[in-house]
């Protein structure tokens, strides 16, 4: 052949690495304004104030939202009340219909929700097509085969419903919080009121849709849409007895001291700084692969971000290089685009907390690697990153950065790595690599967090409870186990 | 090379080689199969897969009549278009390499046989090196050979390597790849274990399979074979090829190999000299393929001629 | 003429006085019982805290046969309690506290098969929960069963591995300071359980608002007290556990625990 080894070489890099293979996004109809859901139906709302909700990607408007005041959410919660007293009494077994119904209906437009997702939120589309979406649909399915057996999941007791369930969830998975939070509620027969983020408000409007296709009974959901303080006023309603809440652990803070001597139950999933410990005898390419699934996976918009890598020392250098060589094959750009590894920061406020953070690791003395990157004109975007060189006390190594920015700190011994590991306030999940089966059981006994990956990161599944220790926050979501926040047991 | 290592030293730095976590690997190699490559860089892909190809025929029934057929389809794939590149090689038994001489008199395609008592690798050493020398002087550039795998699984990886060393000694300038028949290994660490000892015997090529044991090569494999030569590049410099062979039947599988390569290997590995799709009925697929992206319009087996 | 015993703290597995050297007379009475302070409590956290990795650790066996032990010595005292509590219902409650050791002695090893499940995730992995002790868990003993309602919440927290700092009854605290020679003598390692007395109205903001105490239990509070509480107890994410006074059961003993999940592929 005419083609020179290095014409090949060239070739080759062009093919694979710039290969735009975008989503189609015409059989999504996004309107250009959506109304509040309360009592069944999309309303206009009593709010005035709008706000638009941006494509992180584009900075393109995708649609305007209302910003709902003090009298929304009143009437949000009031449909709620008065939904709740049939929906409550509705035999058991029709209420999981209704969720499995909604289960399916999501299946049934999987691919326009992960287009609405990605577009809205930023994330790539192969994660919200192959995680976000999935995964929601199979906790409606999951929670709707527990709304007829409750008295077997609390043996000795007759659960009964709470209420209504005031819920305010994050940007960084937003139909997937959704589901973690309205499957389990409307299971045990509570009505719920959620608030989206203010960033990410789309696809619950899609969500708004699929309960009218469900013919759920008026009330049982209803989604008002807002910033912070409709999210207080939520979680504040007099008649809102249940509170859910995803999010930082600052504002989770505010919320617990809030609703402080209200009677109200709570249940928090906060931030997290996760360790992901690599020993010297890991599936190294494994590892490698975890680590990058750990803290790239969603832009490390994750709650439970392996973050901080801590590498036994003995393999640290060749663990880097492989690492390294990893993150340059990274794709970042268009979210919609099935190749896309990196998609948008969520947000411009994001961006810039991460860019700050990022500023505070080099000032403090890290040293950071990201590898050749072509940034996109417009949108946020931040990219791969990683520091060595990081000491505990550094900022990158225990606030959490919400960002694809990974701290790599050393150890030496087991023990050091648990001291290392458990050296936070937070408490959410660790990730364990090694090839030894004792020492995996000893370390994930010794981890002081609610989720331990052993030789695997980032897996989650509606039949696994999720949640936090410490300032990550409490109670869980997911499995048996999530039903318990949303039932008194008589 | 380390011939001087003893049975004992070889065998504790096998027990050492890295494990391989099986359902990361099975990830991994699951979310690449996932990547799509443009429209326009389709035909480039094809058109590499192509020119990567070991077309092949492995059959008791081979004629000189069935390999001369199989040569005409390898220099010119597609008969009256010339923009279709012949393929890498035509890979058959040792009795046949004499009717690829002449068939492939003048071409670039290069001439593989399968040698070592294949499929089975079940006899001598004597015997083994015997038909390598013999396949080699019969015009073979390229010899495929099987390792022992009973000595392998016997834990005899001292028997493995010497042989892999004879036979490469045997082949003089002709190339060696090294078939590990991963469908009989057991797992990925067998695998990775026995990637790493045959490159340090020597390999040129590593190859998964010979196509007559299920499973044949699946993408996994071809991860965790490829994870092995990066690190044994790392670790030497000297570069090894990889094949893959057996079960791969489809364009869409080809790219999928030329996917995993590029994301494991780099674009330095994308070229016949370190690449190679070992296959029998892969070549009309592609062929098919290429015209359904040349004319828009999905494609028929029966405008390909079947050789 | 008897030999009357001093009242003290128990912090560390040791009978102390109170670093403030102060003491006041419950009820009127001409008992001096130890008026404990904020430093007083920061000592019990510490103590607990250093205590907890171990206990934790201990088998699921071995803490059964601690709180087994425990209820031993309390029958074995039971003169003792009935005389301390006084009235009508002492003999009852003494009964019940005794019972309600023995119960949860017996809840140790049962408590992960019950509350702990085996999870079938949709992939190839091996996927359990488990219950684990959340760590120091703050405990304010009501008063109108000071021996009890301490027991009530203390066994269930032992249970499951915590460590413990309690706030005994404040116009009843003797009961508690006893109860503190019962768990001394009951070969439960030092720091494990302690035990304060002293103003609940001093010493209620620094146990909710301590930043290593995991979670506090209200049952002995005022729902004035649960609100302060709970505004302070924000200020780490503690674990506020407001089940009913009389609860008993392994619900109990999971308020106050962790869940845990455990992930591992499948693989050869």
Known sequence: MAITKKQSTALAKQVFEYAPAPEAVDHVKILPRYGLFIGGKMVAAHSKKRFPTINPATEKTLSEVVDADEVDVDRAVKAAGKAFESWARLPASRRARYLFRISRLLQERSRELAVVETMDGGKPIKESRDVDIPLSAAHFFYYGGWADKLEWAFPNRKPTPLGVAGQVIPWNFPLLMLAWKIAPALAAGNTVVLKPAETTPLSAMV???????????????????????????????????????????????????????????????????????????????????????????????????????????????????????????????????????????????????????????????AEL?????????????????????????????????????????????????????NNTPYGLSAGVWTDKGSRILWMAERMRAGVVWANTFNRFDPTSPFGGYKESGFGREGGVHGLLPYVELN | MATALSLTHLGSLMRGVRSVDEVGADERAASLAKRSIKKSSKLWALDLAIRCMDLTTLEGQDTPGKVAALCAKAVRPKPGDATVPPVAAVCVYPLRIADCVAALRGSSVRIASVATAFPSGQSFTSIKVAETEEAVRAGAHEIDMVIDRGAFLSGDYQRVYDEIVAVKEACGEAHLKVILETGELGNYDAVRRASILSMAAGADFIKTSTGKVQPAATLPVALVMMEAIRDFVRETGRPVGFKAAGGIRTA???????????ETLGPEWMTPDRLRLGASTLLNDVLMQIDKERTGAYQSADYFTVD | MDVRKTYKLFVNGEFVRSESGRAYRPDGGQVNVPRGSRKDL??????????????????????????????????????????????????????????????????????????????????????????????????????????????????????????????????????????????????????????????????????????????????????????????????NVKRVIKLPEGERSPYLIAAFMEMKTVWHPIGV
């Open chain 2, 252 to 262: 869409k599988q080809a790219i999928a190999y030329l996917v995993i390569t590029y």
């Open chain 3, 42 to 235: 920061r000592d019990a956290v510490r103590a607990a805290r250093t205590a907890f990795p171990a206990w934790a650790g201990r088998t699921a066996m071995n803490r059964g046969q601690i709180l087994y032990r425990a209820a031993e010595m309390l029958d074995g005292r039971a003169a003792q309690f009935v005389e301390l509590l006084g009235g009508a219902r002492a003999r009852r409650e003494l009964d019940q506290a005794v019972e309600t050791l023995v119960w949860y002695a017996g809840w140790t090893d049962k408590l992960p098969q019950v509350t702990g499940t085996v999870n079938p995730v949709a992939g190839p992995y091996f996927n359990f929960t488990i219950p684990e002790p959340t760590g120091v868990v703050g405990i304010v003993a009501p008063d109108d069963a000071p021996l009890l309602g301490l027991v009530r919440r203390v066994a269930p927290a032992l249970c499951g591995g915590n460590v413990v700092v309690a706030m005994a009854a404040e116009s009843r605290p003797l009961p508690a300071l006893t109860l503190a020679e019962v768990f001394a003598t009951s070969d439960l390692p030092a720091g494990v359980v302690n035990i304060l007395t002293g103003q609940r109205k001093e010493l209620l903001p620094w146990l909710a608002s301590h930043m290593d105490v995991n979670a506090i239990d209200v049952a002995g509070c005022s729902g004035e007290e649960v609100k302060a509480i709970e505004e302070s107890a924000a200020g």
């Open chain 1, 369 to 421: 690697y990201q590898p050749e990157c072509v940034i996109p004109e417009r949108g946020f975007w931040f990219p791969p990153s990683l520091f060595t060189n990081v000491a505990q006390s550094y900022r990158i190594a225990r606030e959490e950065i919400f960002g694809p920015v990974l701290s790599v700190l050393t150890f030496r011994t087991p023990n050091e790595a648990v001291e290392k590991a």
């Open chain 1, 207 to 365: 969500f708004a849709e699929v309960c009218m296709q469900a013919d759920l009974p008026p009330g049982v959901v209803n989604i008002v849409t807002g910033a912070g303080r409709t999210g207080s006023l939520v979680v504040s309603h007099p008649d809102v007895k249940k509170v859910a809440f995803t999010g930082s652990t600052e504002v989770g803070k505010l919320i617990q001291r809030a609703i402080a001597g209200t009677g109200k139950r709570l249940t928090l999933e906060l931030g997290g700084k996760a360790a992901n410990i690599v020993f010297e005898d890991a599936p190294l390419d494994q590892a490698v692969e975890g680590i990058v699934n750990g803290i790239y996976f969603n832009q490390g918009h994750v709650c439970c971000a392996g973050s901080r890598l801590l590498v036994q020392e003995s393999i640290a250098e060749p663990l880097l290089e492989k690492l390294k060589r990893r993150l340059s094959t990274l794709r970042l750009g268009d979210p919609l685009d099935k190749n896309t590894d990196i998609g948008a920061i969520n947000s411009r406020a994001q961006l810039e907390k991460i860019q700050g953070l990022v500023e505070s690791g080099v000032e403090e003395g």
